[in-house]
């Protein structure tokens, strides 16, 4: 296992999905806690589909459209996103 | 004989008084409200459920295109048939080819050849299509065993199924993943314990046994679960793909026979001495339904292929085809009851099956899935498709376009929640650069609109907030879907012309229809409606003339069929 593409690490990865919640739900990003399951901060399925495009425009992988379903917060999206390796979707 | 041909020949000539699979007896049992037995046991014999099977299993299912065409003739005689025999037991039927095991596809495949429906029972009246709220459960019983609970409404065949495909909850938790799909047969059930709610009385499909089904802690065994706990919303949205690019293009066999009535009707109406038909406003009207029926084909025949050739990227054409064709199939029906005046409200006489088939069209709208919903579906989509695909042309891939060509068998694993890119609007860029010699400066002019219109609606959906991807953003958002869904059709209306250019000498090859059919999509950019000019109005009148004449299908597949016109009877 390696890192991704850029070098997104967590610790840069975790701030940027925390934005684009917060864009999408309409919260100041520093009321999101990263645990909290993304359906309970009102991003419901619509939105999940558009965050994982988003997620793979900004990361330039090919992920399964299902990946908001199966890491529903931010710390599992982190956590997976950090843990694929480096030639994930090429 | 193709299939085709074969079921056409058993329902006969539908306009004829005397044929017991006519009109006349369509009506009659649609009066009644009741499904039309000498039909549906002309269906057994013609083993219709066959069509549902893929061929592996021991069915007649090879490609989606060949389904359509094939429902397309049971939607020309009796929509009633085409959903309460047919159509229906397919919705459930996809569900357990997409998510299923080999011993469930293998049960479901005996099922269905053995003569049996089975009934998708999704919808719960409370939640319509907003199926991640759905209340009936699945919780866990007994070792082995899940507990169901609930009521599901509005389910077509819900009582004279033998199985059903039943959309349940099995978590509390918000999100994808807190359902799950069970293939039930109702013999594994305890007696009693299903109890039938009374059918829904309706506007139109008054045949079809629109009913309900209520539970309570009622014991099944695990085993009924399709696919891995939690995966139905998946499965779902993978099956939706067939079945919104389907059943709307199943339903075009309706508006074949209003538009069929309505030349007749043109024909046989005289009106200071001449044929209605002869008047050019009534010409107009008929041509440009015509223009619409093709409109609504090429697109729904093109996905319906590409669900074959491009899996990955199909979720948003489907829900466009939702969209585009009910929507242009009941305008254009609207407008043919104005040529049909009086005739178009009758119940009875030689035209009476009109405002059967305007009533029996009206859930194409929002049966399944709502107009509205799939552009919901489409909209938050649209800003990656942008980024991705609307910039720079791309070419088809082989055999898209033409319909003659063998498709390979569906790839139900292929299917994914949401598109990747959007080959088919890059396919637009393609086309503009690739006009033959001789193109007309109208179709040019058009062809600019359109392309025109892509690059505005890129700028538009790059610069969408993400606070209107979802339901109850700007409603300007669901119009930014509206257009993309009509620039889609335009591309694929474009191409399908330009595949056609290697047989020359053809209707279809002819610049005439594809010219009419941007000119009306045009229309459906700006709102303005732009009247066909007499120098396509005059060619396109005379290819429906001539179809009408020689019995032939008004789609693109202009199958050969039973039905006499009036003049010869």
Redesign the interface.
Known sequence: MTTLPNHQDAGQLRPWLLLRVAEFTERDPATIDAATPLADLGLDSVYALALCGEIEDHLGLRLDPTLVWDHPSIDALTAYLSALPRDHGA | MSTVTDLERRFGDPWDPANPLGHRAVLAADERSEMFADGERMLDDFALNAEFVPTALGGRLTGLDRLIRVMRSVFRHDPCLGLGYGASSFIASVNVWAGGDAAQHRRLADLLLGGHKVASVYHELAHGNDF?RVDFRADPGRTGELLLTGRKEVVTNARRSSAMVIFSRTSD?????SHTQLFVEKDQLPPGALRYLPRFASSGMRGVQLGGIEVDRCPVGAGVALGAPGSA??IALRSFQLTRTGLPAMTLGALDTGLRAAVRFGDDRVLRGRPVAAMPVVRGVLAESFVDLLIADCLATTVARAVHLLPEDTNVYASAVKYVVSGRAIQAMARLGEVLGAQSYLRTGEYGIFQKLSRDLAPAGFGHAARVACL?TV???L??LA??SWAAGQASPEDLYDHRAELPPLPFERL???S?ADPLTAQLLAAAEALPPGTGELLRELTRTFTGELARLRTAALALR??D???GGDPAALDLAARYTTVLTASTCLNLWLAEQGRPGTFLADQAWVTAALLRLAGELDGVHRALPASLAGPIHAELAGRYQAGRAFDLFHDTLPDRPRSRN
Do not use: K, S
């Not at chain 2, 938790?173 to 993943?177: D, L, N, S, T, V």
């Open positions: 991640a938790a918000p999100g994808g993943r919303m998946e919901a909209l938050p989509q800003p990656r980024r991705r994914r929640i949401a990747g993400p606070a991807l979802a339901i």
